[in-house]
């Protein structure tokens, strides 16, 4: 069982900055994809970014040039750093891994950017 655990959220005023960790259990991170996604009140969960376990990372237009997605597989840690955040930006922050067809999800951490 995989089990993901963030942190890093909290509150900033816009034009600021956040770095977002989420640490997962167990041997299968380094094959693994992981990609962080985010859902605000009233909207679907869509995808930030993500990494290959090859280190190929995609985002969303709306982060792209803002955000930066990494990994680190001797920690079996995935980072999301944040900057120029903007208000548009404030949704509960999920971390995933995926291993063939199969997600894992942490259990969120919020994010909220003050105008």
């Known amino acids: 069982q995989v089990q993901l655990v963030e942190s890093g959220g909290g509150l900033v005023q816009a034009g600021g900055s956040l770095r977002l960790s989420c640490q997962a259990s167990?041997?299968?991170?380094?094959?693994?994809?992981m990609g962080w996604y985010r859902q605000a009140p009233g909207k679907q969960r869509e995808l930030v970014a993500a990494?290959?376990?090859?280190?190929?990372?995609n985002y969303a237009d709306s982060v792209k040039g803002r955000f930066s997605i990494s990994r680190d597989n001797a920690k079996n840690t995935v980072y999301l750093q944040m900057n120029s955040l903007k208000p548009e930006d404030t949704a509960v922050y999920y971390c995933?891994?995926?291993?063939?067809?199969?997600?894992?999800w942490g259990q969120g951490t919020q994010v909220t950017v003050s105008s």
């Open positions: 167990g041997s299968i991170f380094r094959i693994s994809r």
């Open positions: 995933n891994l995926r291993v063939a067809v199969i997600d894992y």
């Open positions: 990494i290959t376990s090859g280190g190929i990372t």
